[in-house]
């Protein structure tokens, strides 16, 4: 086991969080199904599972993993060891963008940015260059680029593509067969969902890596080769947007899990009216308050 690598330490932070979601005495799901969850191979799953073990947060006999007690704060590896330099440079700059009242058509400079950051300029290079597919920022010369800005019409163009792309994916949901392998990751999001609820009055800022996943996974199922290259937009931005705005975050939170309860529901019944009655309502919902979230800031 290598602690130092980044994807364990993230692993170990997300099965915390699935522990601390679960009450003592449950048992924890098999190695496979916390791989699939947690997007990381059986190994890391093994080496994450024997330091809970050795820790004391489970028990492990065999295939039997049993939650002993919830994590401790210190127990927890830090951001700055979790998080990848790309990751942290791309968390930087949006947080930048979105609450610095960065106005449109303003000059970024490499160097600058490297400096802020505290990366080097190949990095900050490497990560424009990536970021400037998304139409939010423009090259020029002389390693210079434009800010075009995260405004309304951005947040409504970015909410219409991801509502055409879910839309289109979830009516996949009404042909599916019972053996279908979306249906159990469907079932182990609900019962994420009914978790965070039970315990909304201290974990509500746990939903937006929920609602992240939500629709990705929503999406994962479009047979359309598109979708994945904008997903990453679309969920950095909604996933941001619920840590820029604070104002009523826990009931906005819930409300939005209730919205993904029902959702859950409808694609359940193969209904394809009411999938597409319910996706339109938590679409919308989500549109406007980003925009609300956008104005407000």
């Known amino acids: 086991m290598t602690k130092s690598n980044t994807r364990f330490k993230e692993g170990f932070n997300q099965c915390l969080d699935l522990i601390d979601g679960q009450d003592v005495g449950t048992e924890l799901p098999g190695e496979v199904n916390i791989a699939e969850m947690l997007n990381i191979s ?20 065999g295939r039997v993993k049993t939650i002993l007690r919830h994590s401790k704060k210190a127990e927890r590896f830090s951001d700055r060891e979790t998080s990848p330099v790309s990751e942290k440079i791309e968390g930087k700059f949006l947080e930048w ?30 990560f424009l260059i990536s970021f400037s597919r ?18 309304k019409e951005y947040a409504l ?20 067969p019972d ?12 019962e994420e969902h009914r978790s965070l609820l039970d315990h909304i009055e201290t974990r509500f800022s746990r939903f937006s890596e929920l609602d992240a996943r939500f629709h990705a996974t929503l999406t994962s199922v479009s047979k359309n080769r598109f979708v994945t290259e904008f997903q990453d937009i ?25 919205e993904h309860l029902t959702y859950i529901a409808a694609l359940r019944s193969r209904d ?22 956008l104005l407000e800031n």
């Open 42 to 61: 059986r190994t890391t799953v093994r080496n994450i599972l024997s330091s809970l073990n050795d820790l004391g947060i489970i028990d492990w006999q």
């Open 97 to 126: 963008i979105l609450q610095g009242d960065i106005p449109p058509n303003t000059q970024l400079n490499e160097l600058e940015l490297a400096r802020q950051f505290d990366v080097g300029t190949s990095t900050v290079r490497e």
């Open 134 to 151: 998304f139409g939010l920022i423009e090259k020029k010369l002389n390693h210079r680029w434009v800010l075009r800005g995260f405004t």
């Open 157 to 176: 163009e970015l909410s219409y593509v991801r509502e055409m792309f879910e839309l289109d994916a979830v009516r996949n949901f009404v042909d599916f």
């Open 179 to 190: 053996d279908h392998p979306a249906w159990e990751k469907l079932d182990r999001l609900e």
């Open 234 to 258: 679309i969920s950095l931005i909604f996933h941001f947007h619920y840590q820029w705005n604070k104002k009523d975050e826990k009931e906005r939170n819930e409300a939005a899990i209730r």
């Open 272 to 293: 394809g009216a009411q999938i597409q009655t319910e996706a339109v309502k938590h679409l919308s919902t989500a549109r406007q308050t980003l925009l609300r979230s």
